[in-house]
């Protein structure tokens, strides 16, 4: 149900017990969540935050690889099946049962998304079959990366039963998990709750409210003044403020991904294809000063990526900073056509935080020299461009991949895929079909070895290619109160995302 009451975070007590030992958890956040549809919405901090309260996946991979169960009891994937068998006796918090018919409809559901289909292409859903509490799926391919896939927030296992209701919109969730959702005031708030007939471990916290906000600078002032306990942060002033220990009774937790954060460019002739010519592709990646710009901006936080994945990835191989060349971009540029008197306009989108907005004002001066007129009007409101992102007709974005457990890291390749449908960098196969085939024979392989020289040699290709521009290592940062001693360990190790679970008192 949805309570009417908006307290707002200037209202908001600061940590959070009452007379009964009721306890309350408020954290502050950049994005507001626009629909809880797992497929389509959770590359959000406030969207994902909320999925690992309220809802569940049938098990996790670790950074080590390991697969830890959650509401599978078993799984045995072969070449060409996978077999999983559910725990039996798990409720949703509606009180409806969790079975192999909502399993199925979650696959389903994802495999049908723009933003996801491309993930499940291996499994034949239509082939699958249901002996009481197993599902036995065929497979078109084997698909390396599907057990990362299926421990990921995004497959959240849904509710069949409400999800087939006639009208039903994603504008609610309801999962298996400890919390529930109470409350949701659009671009101000959302409230949850514990789940009382939560079928796990009770978890600690009553309640936690989770606040937007547009402006860092204003949840890091009610961070500061107490209003807050925990709170997202992506600039540089505000990490470096806590990690000096410059306020006091706040501690800071920074979570290293294996993801690389970078300038994603539309070259197919599917969306925009503004830069579908390499010369201005070049042109872009040699105008730039990326070791400048991250040392400017990010006040020693930040460390220069090296390679389109983390270094802590196992296909890491260190591709380098491409180089700083201002002629040589004037050069590429006048093979395309392009100039300084002539310019090529391009259109950004990107979530308008602080570091993304800096981050294309910087490129923006750099790029005016060579003849790139980059249009910021689209750095804004999560809410205002996820249409745009989701259809992928932007020019260019700022993005990374999710995913950085330690089985495999084609989660975090397929979004630079040539094959991949649900990202701003697509095209036909036709356009890469030597990376095509190093990515897809490197995902289906069930030989790690191979596995690993394919995908070292599609990351070579997409950097020769200038596909995408690396800028940084992405990494995660949170200030949390003292008053909150396991905050040191409530960063998911898998996503680097807060993970509510993990705090206890």
Known sequence: FRRVLFRSAADAAAPAEDEGGYKVFTYGTDANSTTFDPASDLQTNSGAFLVYCVGETLWTVDTDGNVNYVLADSMEYTEDTLTITLKEGITFSNGDAFDAEDV?????????????????????????????????????????????????????????????????????????????????????????????????????????????YSEESTRYADFQSGKLDGVYLTEATYINNLNSGAMAGANLITAVENSVYGFEMAWNSESTGVFSDINIRKAFAHCLDIPSMVDALGEGVYTVATDIVGENSWVYENNGVYEYDVEKAKEYMSKAGYSKENPLNVAVYAEGTAWNAAMFEAAQSYCSEVGINLDLSGVADFATILPVLLSGQQDMSLGQGSNGSGLDPANLLQQFSPTADNVLIRTAAADFPELAEDFTKGQSSMDQAEREKLYKEFIKGIYDNYLFVPICQGTKNYGVLDTHPSAANAVNPVSCWLDPKLLTD
Not at 130 to 136: K, L
Not at 155 to 180: A, F, H, K, R
Not at 184 to 200: C, D, H, L, V
């Open 104 to 212: 199925l409809f979650t696959l389903r559901h994802a495999a049908s998304q723009p933003r996801t289909m491309s993930m499940y292409a291996g499994l034949n859903l239509d082939a699958a079959t249901v002996d009481g509490s197993t599902i036995t799926i065929p497979m078109n391919y084997y698909d390396a990366a599907l057990v990362d896939l299926l421990g990921n927030c995004n497959n959240m296992m849904l509710d069949s039963e409400v999800c087939d209701q006639e009208g039903y919109g994603y504008d609610w969730i309801i999962g298996t998990g400890p919390y529930v959702l109470q409350e949701w005031n659009e671009s101000q708030n959302y409230i949850i709750t514990r789940n009382e007939s939560y079928w796990g471990e009770k978890p600690y916290y009553d309640e936690f409210d989770v606040y937007f």
